[in-house]
């Protein structure tokens, strides 16, 4: 009697039920990831952004409706502080879970003005 030697299908079966396990495993993280709302620090991100844009748009057309020159350095400087005034007046809950700090804010900003 001749014995058959199955371990070459038992390691491809146990490779694709690793594989499948892998992929499933994967799909559900995601899902749990999804339903608990891990991608808030994403969302937390665009709503500092949106600030960022609407304070600098607010601090611009303010320094316009003065008749400001804002060209000048000064004249620029005073729109980055009141536009950062805007931001954490407006978002400071925002601003605080993601950790930024005034500079960082205050290149925002000033990256957002180039513009």
């Known amino acids: 009697m ?3 030697d ?3 299908i038992f390691e491809t079966a146990i490779g ?3 594989a499948t396990l892998l992929g499933a495993g994967s ?3 995601k899902r749990l990831a999804d339903r608990l709302g891990l ?3 994403s969302n937390l991100a665009n709503r500092l952004q949106d600030a960022v844009g609407w304070g600098v748009t607010y601090a611009r057309n303010r320094a ?3 008749g400001a020159d804002i060209a000048k350095v000064d004249v620029r400087s005073a729109i980055v ?3 950062l005034g ?3 007046g407006h978002v400071p809950k925002t601003v605080r879970r993601l950790g930024m700090t005034d500079s960082a804010l205050a290149e925002m900003v000033e990256a957002r003005l180039s513009n």
């Open 64 to 66: 316009l409706r003065e």
């Open 16 to 18: 694709l039920g690793a």
């Open 86 to 88: 805007y931001v954490s």
């Open 27 to 29: 799909w559900a993280a």
């Open 81 to 83: 502080a009141e536009a």
């Open 39 to 41: 991608d808030a620090e």
């Open 6 to 8: 199955l371990t070459p």
């Open 2 to 4: 001749e014995i058959l």
